[in-house]
């Protein structure tokens, strides 16, 4: 079955930083494209950052440029979301989102809080 296990979420300070991972299984993880997601209480779900199948091309939100990163360990099956610089507008749950063609599937969302 498939399924994505996100974690490394948590509460930091502002001008903090955490690392998410998302974990894959049930599927093969080195064709789907990965994205992350957020949702924020009360907001639409929005777009962080995406990586493309090979690990090769990624975009970002305007809004986490020069302060996130995507990566993935394809070996691993594997994507990870380093996050620098937090600030209280990035308190959320993120969604890890895997995509190939018309397969989706995601995962459960881990809670990041920045917060003094």
């Known amino acids: 079955q498939e399924k994505l296990v996100e974690s490394g979420g948590g509460l930091v300070q502002p001008g903090g930083s955490l690392r998410l991972s998302c974990a894959a299984s049930?599927?093969?993880?080195?064709?789907?494209?990965m994205t992350w997601y957020r949702q924020a209480p009360g907001k639409e779900r929005e777009l962080v950052a995406f990586?493309?199948?090979?690990?090769?091309?990624?975009n970002y939100a305007d809004s986490v440029k020069g302060r996130f990163t995507i990566s993935r360990e394809n070996a691993k099956n594997t994507v990870y979301l380093q996050m620098n610089s937090l600030k209280p507008e990035d308190t959320a749950v993120y969604f890890c989102?895997?995509?190939?063609?018309?397969?989706?599937?995601w995962g459960q969302g881990t809670q990041v809080t920045v917060s003094s």
């Open positions: 989102n895997a995509q190939r063609r018309t397969r989706r599937y």
């Open positions: 049930g599927f093969t993880f080195s064709s789907y494209a």
């Open positions: 990586i493309t199948s090979a690990g090769t091309s990624t």
